[in-house]
């Protein structure tokens, strides 16, 4: 069966059963995609590696960096 026609059958399943309908398939797959790679990100700080783009830029707003002294 392929990924169309068990869409369809569960969107007919739902009608039947007055629930909402599935989401179409593939409707979220950047946000997939996007929290699979935001996890990694957020591993990789906890493993002490450097975090990169979106997810640097929120701690940065929660952890501002200190000031450096000067002399």
């Not at 007055?18 to 179409?24: L, S, T, V």
């Not at 946000?31 to 990789?44: N, P, S």
């Amino acid at each position: 069966m392929s990924i169309t026609q068990q869409y369809l059958l569960d969107t007919h399943r739902a009608r039947q059963l007055g629930e909402p309908g599935p989401p179409a398939p593939g409707a979220h797959d950047w946000q997939v995609v996007r929290e699979w790679h935001d996890r990694r990100q957020f591993q990789a700080v906890l493993a002490g590696r450097p975090a990169r783009s979106r997810l640097r830029r929120a701690l940065r707003r929660w952890w501002p960096r200190r000031p450096r002294a000067l002399g």
